[in-house]
C-alpha cells in the first residue's frame, strides 16, 4: 500500500498523478499515473518526504507497478534521489520498469549512499513516453536502521446493526510496532468504511483508541469496516491493516405519511384564485435545520404549486388558475416528507375543481328607421 499521507502529489504539473481506489496491489489505493494520446510525455511527480540518512548506507528500494499501454521512448521509473547537507541534488538511483500491459510486477535495487549524502527521497512518474500505470507497496529499508517490532491492528465496533444516522463507537488497536521516542510521534488509527477513510486520528494516540462516529448517507446491507494503524518506525512508518468487522445497516422505519387539502372554492373561472390548505399527517418530520415537508398541488396530474422541501406540516397559499377549458378539473396534493434514505410520498384523493365560463345578459331589442 501506497501511505498517501506521507507522499506529495505535485498537481502544479500537467498530467498530474491520482490516487485509484479502484486499482491497487494492496487495498485501500495505489497511484495513477497516466500520460493520454500517444506522443512522449512526462507525467506529473509522486514524491516522498525527505528523510535523514548518512555517507555510505546501504538501502534496499522496492515498489511494484501495474501497467497498461505503456509505449514510446521512456519507461515508467521510481528512484532514491541523495542529497547533502543543504538539500542539493546529489544522484539518482533509478528501477526502470518495462512498457506495455501486464499485472503487478515486483522490482527491487540494492543501493550504498555517497560519501556526503545526508538525505535522501522518493520519486515517481511516467517518463518521456505515453500509457498508464500504477505504483503500489513501495518500500525501502536498510539492514543498519534499527529493527521495529512487527505491527498489527485489531478493531471492534459496538453496535454492529444501525440505522443510517445512527452513532457507533470504535476501538482501533495497534499490535506490536514501534512507539514514538520523542514527543507524541506514537501511532495513528484511521478507520474505513467500504474502504474509504471515514476517520484519520493522526499520529500522536496510544495503543488504542477510540472514537464514536455518526454514519450517514450510507446505502441498507452489510458494509466493510477496518482500521489502519501506523507507528512510528523511522525511517519509514510501518502500517498494518485489521480484518474487516461487518455492519450492517438496516432500513429506516418512519411514520406512516397520509395527505389532505381543503379548497376553497371549487368552483370558479380561469384568472380566479383558490386558496387551499395541504396537510401533512404522520410522516417522519425532518431532525437538521429545516428539511421537514414538501406540499405540491396538482391539478389533472400537473404541478401548479410546489412549496419545496422545508415546510411545516401544514401549508396554506393560493393558486391562480389559467388556461383550462371550462368543465371539471382533478385537484389534488402531494406531500413528502423527511424519512431517509428513502423519503415518503403521499398523495390526497382527488377533489373536483369546476371551471366555468363567462355569464354574459340576454340581448333583446330593436332596429327602427
Same mark, same amino acid.
Given at each position: 500500500?501506497?501511505k ?6 505535485d498537481t502544479?504539473?500537467?498530467?498530474p ?11 485501500p489505493n495505489?497511484i495513477k499515473f497516466?500520460?493520454? *494520446?500517444?506522443?512522449d510525455?512526462n ?11 548518512e ?6 528500494l522496492?515498489a ?6 505503456? !509505449?514510446?521512448t ?6 532514491l534521489?541523495?542529497?547533502d547537507?543543504?538539500?542539493?541534488? !546529489?544522484?539518482n ?15 527491487s535495487m540494492?543501493i550504498?549512499?555517497g ?6 527521497y522518493?520519486?515517481?512518474h ?12 513501495v518500500?525501502?529499508?536498510s539492514?543498519?536502521?534499527?529493527t %521495529? ?6 478493531l471492534?465496533i459496538?453496535?454492529t ?9 470504535l476501538t482501533?488497536t ?17 478507520i474505513?468504511?467500504?474502504g474509504n ?6 499520529l500522536?494516540k496510544?495503543i488504542?483508541?477510540?472514537?464514536t462516529?455518526?454514519?450517514s ?15 512510528? %518506525?523511522?525511517?519509514?512508518?510501518q502500517?498494518?491493516?485489521s480484518p474487516?468487522?461487518? !455492519?450492517?445497516?438496516? *432500513?429506516?422505519?418512519?411514520?406512516a405519511?397520509s395527505a389532505?387539502?381543503?379548497i376553497?372554492p371549487t368552483?370558479?373561472?380561469n384568472?380566479e384564485?383558490f386558496k387551499?390548505?395541504s396537510?401533512?399527517?404522520?410522516g ?5 435545520g429545516d428539511?421537514?415537508f414538501?406540499?405540491e398541488?396538482?391539478?389533472?396530474g400537473n ?6 422541501f ?7 397559499d393560493y ?6 377549458s ?10 413528502t416528507?423527511?424519512c431517509?434514505?428513502?423519503h ?8 373536483t375543481?369546476n371551471i366555468?365560463?363567462?355569464? %354574459?345578459?340576454?340581448?333583446?331589442g330593436?332596429l327602427s328607421m
Amino acid at each position: 500500500m501506497v501511505k498517501i499521507e506521507e507522499w506529495e502529489i505535485d498537481t502544479n504539473q500537467n498530467r498530474p498523478p491520482i490516487i485509484d481506489n479502484v486499482i491497487y496491489y494492496n487495498p485501500p489505493n495505489s497511484i495513477k499515473f497516466s500520460v493520454p *494520446g500517444i506522443v512522449d510525455y512526462n507525467s506529473g511527480l509522486l514524491s516522498s518526504h525527505d528523510f535523514a540518512s548518512e555517507p555510505n548506507k546501504p538501502y534496499t528500494l522496492s515498489a511494484r507497478v501495474k501497467a497498461l499501454g505503456v !509505449l514510446g521512448t521512456g519507461f515508467p521509473i521510481i528512484r532514491l534521489t541523495e542529497a547533502d547537507i543543504n538539500g542539493n541534488w !546529489l544522484r539518482n538511483n533509478v528501477i526502470t520498469f518495462e512498457k506495455g500491459t501486464y499485472d503487478w510486477t515486483l522490482k527491487s535495487m540494492n543501493i550504498t549512499t555517497g560519501s556526503n549524502t545526508a538525505f535522501v527521497y522518493i520519486v515517481s512518474h511516467l517518463q518521456n513516453s505515453y500509457g498508464t500505470y500504477w505504483l503500489d507497496d513501495v518500500n525501502v529499508s536498510s539492514s543498519t536502521d534499527p529493527t %521495529c517490532p512487527p505491527l498489527s491492528a485489531s478493531l471492534s465496533i459496538i453496535p454492529t446493526t444501525i440505522s443510517p444516522g445512527e452513532s457507533i463507537k470504535l476501538t482501533s488497536t495497534a499490535i506490536g510496532g514501534q512507539y514514538g521516542t520523542i514527543g507524541d510521534d506514537a501511532f495513528g488509527h484511521e478507520i474505513l468504511i467500504d474502504g474509504n477513510v471515514v476517520y484519520n486520528s493522526g499520529l500522536g494516540k496510544g495503543i488504542t483508541h477510540s472514537v464514536t462516529l455518526q454514519i450517514s448517507n450510507i446505502s441498507a446491507g452489510n458494509h466493510h469496516v477496518t482500521t489502519r494503524v501506523t507507528d512510528a %518506525c523511522l525511517p519509514i512508518h510501518q502500517t498494518a491493516t485489521s480484518p474487516s468487522v461487518t !455492519l450492517t445497516v438496516t *432500513g429506516v422505519t418512519c411514520p406512516a405519511l397520509s395527505a389532505d387539502i381543503i379548497i376553497v372554492p371549487t368552483t370558479l373561472r380561469n384568472g380566479e384564485q383558490f386558496k387551499f390548505t395541504s396537510i401533512a399527517i404522520g410522516g417522519q418530520y425532518g431532525t437538521i435545520g429545516d428539511d421537514a415537508f414538501r406540499h405540491e398541488v396538482l391539478i389533472d396530474g400537473n404541478i401548479v404549486y410546489d412549496s419545496g422541501f422545508g415546510k411545516d406540516i401544514t401549508v396554506t397559499d393560493y393558486v391562480t388558475v389559467s388556461g383550462l377549458s371550462i368543465g371539471t378539473h382533478s385537484i389534488t396534493s402531494r406531500v413528502t416528507d423527511a424519512c431517509l434514505p428513502v423519503h415518503q410520498i403521499a398523495y390526497h384523493p382527488s377533489i373536483t375543481l369546476n371551471i366555468t365560463g363567462t355569464t %354574459c345578459l340576454a340581448l333583446s331589442g330593436a332596429l327602427s328607421m
